[in-house]
C-alpha cells in the first residue's frame, strides 16, 4: 500500500531508500522461501506507478549490484498494474499510487497478507513553466481568468488525476 507525489520530495524520497533497503534484506534472508510470482531464473518483478520510474531504475541498478538478482520492471497507471495482477500477471512487488487499488487486491485475496506498507504520501502540485506570466500561490488561484487551460493525469487510472477534479 504506496502512494507516492509525481514530484518527489526529499522526504519521499529518503522513504524510497529505506523500502529498497527494506527489501535488500528481506531478499537476502528469505532467498530460500519461494515468493508470489518468482521464477527459477532469481527475478524480482516489480509493478509500481509511472511516477517512480526514475527512482526506481535508479534504486533498482544498486539492488542487483548489491544482490544479483535481476529486477523486471512494469510500470505503468496503477489501475492497470491492478488489472494486470487481477488477470494473473506474475508480480512479486506492487509499487501503487493508490491504495484503494492496494485493498481491493487485498479484498480479492491476491495479496499476501499484512504485506501492504504505506511509504509515502502524495500531494498534488500547482505549476507553470519558468517563462509562464502566471504565478500560483494557493489552488484557488488557477479559477483566474488568465488561465486558459490545465492538465491533469487521467481520473480513470491516476490518483492525481482523480484528486485534481476532485
Avoid at 496503477?78 to 488489472?83: F, I, K, M, N, V
Avoid at 499484512?114 to 502540485?125: C, K, N, P, T, W
Wanted: with cysteine; hydrophobic share 50%; glycine share 6%.
Amino acid at each position: 500500500m504506496v502512494r507516492m507525489s509525481r514530484v518527489l520530495p526529499p522526504f519521499a524520497a529518503a522513504c524510497l531508500v529505506i523500502v529498497i533497503v527494506a527489501l535488500m534484506a528481506i531478499v537476502r534472508f528469505d532467498a530460500g522461501v519461494p515468493q508470489a510470482g518468482a521464477r527459477d531464473d532469481a527475478t524480482l518483478t516489480i509493478s509500481a506507478a509511472s511516477d517512480l520510474t526514475f527512482a526506481f531504475e535508479e534504486l533498482g541498478a544498486l539492488f542487483e549490484e548489491e544482490t544479483g538478482i535481476k529486477i523486471a520492471f512494469n510500470f505503468g497507471s496503477t489501475g492497470q498494474l491492478a488489472q494486470q495482477i487481477e488477470a494473473g500477471a506474475p508480480v512479486d512487488i506492487f509499487a501503487a499510487a493508490n491504495v484503494s487499488f492496494i485493498e481491493e487486491l487485498d479484498e480479492a485475496g491476491l495479496i499476501v497478507p499484512g504485506s501492504d506498507q504505506l511509504y509515502a504520501r502524495g500531494r498534488i502540485v500547482v505549476w507553470s513553466r519558468a517563462d509562464s506570466p502566471l504565478r500560483f500561490d494557493e489552488l484557488a488561484d488557477i479559477a483566474d481568468a488568465s488561465v486558459e487551460r490545465i492538465a491533469i493525469a487521467n481520473p480513470d487510472h491516476a490518483p492525481y488525476g482523480f484528486a485534481a477534479r476532485e
